[in-house]
């Protein structure tokens, strides 16, 4: 059998057994309130992966390996941030924001507070707004992540594995809403794991084992490659570490992840979840981690081409079959992602915003606002061109230090004056955004450290206030 052909044969029964899911979730989607957040019937293992599979996007797989292939062991930093980030979300967000939810079905409703709270609708159109815009970058820099490895596979052009894997994830998103996209995400968790194991370890035993690979990494002809900073000093070495410790500081404020602790049940168990989640955590990012200093290591792949080397490993030591799993991997990390944001997009307009009502019924206008972001994020995905890591990025953090502080505050320690909550809002956003393109210490620090701090501070002062009042 071909190459091409074992793929495609993997591929396909992959992308069906998404749909037939989806199908499934769509008989129990009845209103919009069960397609916005699955009637709150999420067990332990579903809300896990599903939420981890959400937050963890192409970048988790595609770029992460990638920035360990191009920065050495300095990619080692990103680990407490990552692996920091979910420990946040899974010890401190995601039992209180279960119990805390209350009727809200979205994130920016949850701090919007209920109707009748002063200034409610100026934070909900506010937090929409800049949720809609980061999601759309967002969604279109992970279906571009859907081009290279079609073009590897099939000989075939970017384009037509970012409409082929757009086609799909909205397909599945439309049909059954929040149930489709917690089920498939669960099915794509796994998958994405599963990779994370089998191919690190089968780069590391190209070895001969964990002591060979240590010595091959060791002899990589680039002084900087085994170093803690990857050649930085001074306060940019601090910068950059801080800055790669600061992407866990952006978890709590991802609405497509932290809207699945909302809708898990309330008899679900919160400690198989989190041990579940934690533990898919550090086999993921660990994993992908190594394969970055192996493939280096083993084939000297140079720094233009570092986001191919999950690619590349897969098609050096595996037959095609297994090649087509890690193929379907990367689309997992996508289509977990995008079908999340997609959903959020929907419950922004439609929910958040009220727009778009008619006399179709309920489910029309979200499924409608799903099928135009998803098109218009196609679009962008086809003709913008940029690294997965740094547009993802861009969109992670201004969406972090938006509403991961404010988030914060408001579970822990209660209530934010409206005034205060809208301006967190708005610092930490535009703060983020203007941090990506003035950088202090060096790219991460402003935009993921500056601006969520900024906004942490005008929150916890809000709340201060509130409690006074």
């Not at 981890?52 to 680990?79: D, I, K, Q």
């Not at 439309?174 to 990779?195: E, K």
């Amino acid at each position: 059998m071909e190459r091409s052909t074992a793929i495609l044969l993997a591929l396909a029964a992959y992308l069906l057994a998404l749909l037939g899911l989806a199908w499934f979730a769509k008989t129990r989607t009845r209103d919009a309130a069960g397609f916005y957040l699955g009637g709150r019937t999420l067990g332990p293992w579903v809300a896990a992966l599903a939420a981890n599979a959400s937050s963890s996007s192409a970048w988790s797989l595609v770029g992460v390996s990638g920035f360990a292939c191009r920065e050495g062991l300095a990619a080692l930093w990103l680990l407490p941030g990552c692996l920091g980030g979910f420990l946040l979300n899974w010890l401190v967000v995601a039992p209180r924001l279960r119990a805390a939810t209350g009727e809200a079905i979205t994130l920016t409703e949850f701090l919007a507070g209920p109707p009748g709270t002063p200034g409610r609708s100026a934070v909900a159109i506010v937090a929409s707004v800049l949720t809609l815009g980061c999601l759309c970058t967002y969604v279109a820099a992970q279906m571009q992540a859907a081009g290279p490895p079609f073009v590897r596979a099939f000989a075939t052009t970017a384009a037509n594995g970012i409409v082929l894997g757009a086609a799909v994830t909205i397909a599945y998103t439309l049909l059954g809403g929040y149930l489709a996209v917690s089920i498939t995400d669960t099915l794509q968790g796994l998958v994405m794991v599963l990779v994370a194991v089998v191919v690190p370890a089968a780069a590391v035993l190209h070895f001969g084992g964990v002591a060979g690979f240590v010595d091959a990494v060791g002899r990589v002809p680039a002084p900087s490659f085994t170093t803690a900073f990857g050649g930085r000093e001074g306060l940019v070495a601090v910068g950059f570490a801080l800055g790669l410790c600061g992407i866990g500081l952006g978890y709590p404020g991802q609405p497509h992840a932290v809207n699945k602790y909302m809708g898990m049940a309330p008899g679900a168990s919160m400690a198989v979840a989190r041990t579940v989640g934690i533990a898919w955590a550090v086999v993921l990012y660990t994993g992908m981690v190594v394969l970055g200093l192996a493939a280096r290591a083993a084939w000297g792949v140079a720094a233009a081409d570092s986001e191919a080397v999950l690619y590349l490993a897969s098609e050096r030591l595996f037959p095609p079959l297994v090649d087509g799993l890690v193929l379907a991997a990367v689309l997992a990390a996508i289509m977990s992602t995008v079908d999340s944001q997609l959903l959020v997009c929907a419950s922004c307009v439609t929910h958040d915003l009220r727009l778009g009502r008619g006399p179709f019924g309920l489910l029309a206008a979200p499924r409608v606002t799903v099928l135009v972001v998803g098109g218009l994020a196609t679009t962008g995905a086809l003709l913008l061109p940029q690294r997965v890591f740094d547009r993802v990025l861009f969109a992670w953090a201004a969406l972090g230090s938006a509403f991961g502080p404010l988030l914060l505050v408001r579970l822990c320690r209660g209530p934010v004056r409206p005034g205060w909550a809208l301006t967190s809002i708005a610092i930490g956003g535009l703060g983020a955004i203007a941090g990506s393109f003035f950088t202090v210490l060096g790219p991460g620090f402003a935009d993921r450290v500056l601006s969520w701090a900024a906004a942490g501070w005008v929150a916890w002062t809000g709340n201060r206030r509130a409690s006074r009042a």
